[in-house]
């Protein structure tokens, strides 16, 4: 595999690691599951507290709902694939930004 290959299946990695672990956080202090229903608060400063919080952890949620949709609605495979390619293009971008301000920190070389 290539160098870029590697540095994207490591973003890739990341990002669903970062997304389980926040998600499993809030849901560990909050005792409720994390979902895009926190955004309908209005325009509260708790709501846009949640904006940066939704953008790391929704490949998880997203999975999470698609998974569950799958078993409880009977949704199409094709609706499940899309939503797993989705999930994991925003899992890989929002790996590359952690990636990245760790390199800008100087924790990652």
Known sequence: MSPDAWNNLFSLMLGFALAGALTSGYQA?????????LLQDGAAPKTIATVPFLVF???????????????????RAEFVMMATVLAGFWSMMSGTVVMMTLRAVGLLG
Do not use: D, S
Not at 31 to 37: M, P, V
């Open 29 to 37: 202090l909050a005792r409720r599951q994390a979902g895009f229903g």
């Open 57 to 75: 952890a929704a490949p998880f949620i997203i999975m999470r709902n698609t998974l569950r949709g799958r078993q409880v609605q009977r949704r």
